[in-house]
């Protein structure tokens, strides 16, 4: 007698079971079967293999193809699809043969990884690559001091020549002064345009980031000290306690110069304040957004790095624009620019953009009148002969010395010590116009 | 008979959750992407016009088979692009001196003779397989008993198997 449980099932049958598309009943009786037959169990066997080599060569018709449309895990693209039942046969499970690690592939792979290392590192290395770079043909290049020497100075001494983060390239000194060089036939004189491209190397960028770190510790130290200033500037002894001195000595004076102008005076403290004729004006059309003039809050004779006060900062329009010009009360350029950077409640913080100076101006917060705090000492290296304009340079670049990286190096060191150094001198900021 | 309206963001759906695998469909099914994609657009057109949809996977399979069967009409001109692609293939493959890529593309040629010597609808049923579409869904693509739809795979998995065998078979005596 035989019953239900006992007939084989047919190869259809097995292939829906394998498939899982046997209702739960079905399924049940099929396995139930499969204990006990062997051979059905070699059937079902076989059919695995079939399904299994099926889908093979099915996917071997994809190859070569590469549309979005082509996807190469079958489960991938089947996720309604239960993956066939588990095997039950010994030996190697293989993964799908596009998958299998073969000689060639692991040669593409390894110079795959080896290329995207090298260009890691070879990316990673670039910025103090480019320094070398320059460092060495200027040393090898002796003709070429005046402008290679001025770029390894500008990257080895930020606070006298390189520009802020946030500034846009300015035309200062060093530009200016590296375009001629004689004796140096593949190097042309560098216009206008060039010296953007200049500001943009990796040396100008290391110095931009030095000075902005070293701008931010001292904004701290000037801004806030200035406020709780107390103590004499006679009797101070040390650079914080100069800054409080100037600073104390600043605010009364701007107190002073409010005072004056509530009794409806248009003269200032200390030589007198007044509107300067147009200055963004003598400067061949540059456009300025805002104008101070700075001047002593004691009366006492004072410079900023070569310029002496008083003196009027033009900030370059536009607004956006953190770069600013150095100009004479008569509105004349006084051979030195500055970037600036806005603080809290407006106050400023200037950094002078001289070769040869260091240098710093902390101006309080906003009004007409403001109480400021100076400083600036001479810079380690001294390249005033590469400042500002091209007839100058060209005339002293004989004069030239190149300093070499290390040197260049020290004197960074030095100059930012010599800025700390340097006396804090209180002035008055006052806002005036910039036109006619 | 579940019926279903086809606007046009349940079209999208369908065209985001069908196309791909329709389109490997055809391509298995064809030997060629180019026809794959214009028939694969030609099924989703006709899904757009059409008000209702039962079951839309199996729909769209079935449209895109018989789409495939009035291309079949010309077939004489598939079969000599066809045979252009292999000899193309060939020549490429003697400028191409990568071992992969000769396995890859002497597989393929072999895997498509292969499924071309199965039946109509043994070869449907084995590819709407491969793309997902279960029993029921097959069946009602190809117009079958479900409870036949096990017995037509199984039918057309070993003739599969046993042409690409035998193919693969005859080129291995052949002479190198």
Request: charged residues 25%; contains cysteine; hydrophobic residues 45%.
């Amino acid at each position: 007698m035989t019953s239900e449980r006992d007939v084989h099932p047919d190869e259809g049958t097995i292939h829906a079971w394998l498939d899982r598309q046997l209702d739960d009943l079905a399924a049940a009786t099929l396995e139930a079967h499969l204990q006990r037959c062997d051979e059905c169990a070699e059937r079902v066997a076989e059919a695995r293999g079939l399904i299994a080599g099926t889908s093979r060569v099915l996917s071997a018709l994809d190859a070569g193809t590469t549309s979005m449309s082509d996807k190469p895990v079958l489960s991938a693209v089947r996720p309604d699809v239960e993956p066939p039942r588990p095997l039950v046969l010994s030996g190697t499970v293989r993964g799908p043969r596009r998958f299998r690690l073969t000689p060639a592939r692991s040669a593409i792979a390894a110079v795959l990884v080896v290329a995207v290392a090298t260009a890691i590192i070879h990316e990673h290395e670039r910025p103090s690559g480019g320094l070398a770079a320059i460092e060495k043909q200027s040393a090898e290049r002796p003709d070429a001091a005046a402008g290679l020497g001025a770029a390894s100075a500008v990257a080895a001494a930020p606070a006298a020549a390189a520009p802020s983060p946030a500034s846009p390239p300015v035309a200062a000194p060093v530009p200016s002064a590296a375009a001629p060089l004689p004796g140096a036939p593949n190097v042309a004189p560098a216009p206008a345009p060039q010296v953007a491209q200049y500001d943009s190397t990796a040396s100008t960028r290391v110095a931009a980031a030095r000075t902005f770190a070293r701008t931010q510790r001292e904004t701290t130290v000037n801004a806030d000290l200035a406020r709780v200033a107390a103590a004499p500037a006679a009797a101070a002894s040390t650079p914080t306690e100069q800054t409080i001195a100037a600073a104390k000595a600043a605010d009364s004076a701007v107190g002073a110069a409010n005072r004056v102008e509530l009794r409806g005076s248009t003269s200032g403290v200390a030589g007198g304040v007044g509107r300067i004729a147009a200055p963004a004006r003598v400067l061949a059309g540059v456009e300025a957004s805002q104008c101070y003039r700075v001047e002593s809050a004691t009366g006492a004779a004072a410079t900023w790095g070569p310029v002496s006060l008083p003196f009027v900062l033009a900030l370059d329009a536009p607004a956006t624009s953190a770069a600013a010009r150095v100009l004479t009360p008569a509105g004349q350029d006084a051979e030195a620019r500055a970037v600036f950077e806005r603080r809290g409640g407006d106050s400023l913080l200037f950094t002078l953009q001289r070769v040869g100076y260091t240098g710093t101006l902390a101006v309080g917060a906003s009004g007409e009148v403001r109480a400021g705090v100076m400083r600036s000492a001479p810079a380690g290296l001294q390249l005033e002969s590469v400042a500002t304009n091209a007839p100058r340079a060209t005339e002293q670049k004989r004069a030239l010395r190149k300093p070499s990286a290390a040197q260049a190096r020290a004197d960074s060191a030095s100059t930012a010590s010599a800025r700390a150094a340097a006396p804090a001198v209180p002035v008055v900021v006052r806002k005036v116009g910039c036109g006619g | 008979m579940f019926f279903i309206m086809v606007p046009p963001d349940r079209l999208t759906a369908l065209f985001a959750e069908y196309h791909a695998p329709l389109v490997r469909f055809l391509t298995r099914r064809l030997g060629d992407r180019d026809a794959a994609e214009e028939i694969a657009q030609e099924t989703f057109m006709r899904a757009m016009k059409q008000e209702t949809i039962t079951s839309d996977r199996s729909w769209l399979f079935a449209v895109a088979s018989n789409l495939v069967r009035d291309e079949g009409r010309r077939s004489q001109r598939q079969q000599r692009r066809l045979e252009l692609l292999r000899e193309q293939e060939q020549a490429e493959a003697v400028v191409e001196p990568e071992p992969t890529s000769m396995e890859r593309d002497a597989e393929r040629d072999l895997a498509r003779r292969a499924v071309a010597m199965l039946g109509e609808r043994d070869r449907d049923a084995l590819l709407m397989r491969e793309e997902g579409l279960d029993y029921d869904e097959i069946a009602r693509a190809l117009d079958l008993s479900p409870g036949s739809v096990g017995t037509t795979l199984s039918r057309a998995r070993r003739r599969l198997m046993e042409a690409y065998e035998s193919l693969q078979a005859k080129q291995d005596v052949r002479p190198a």
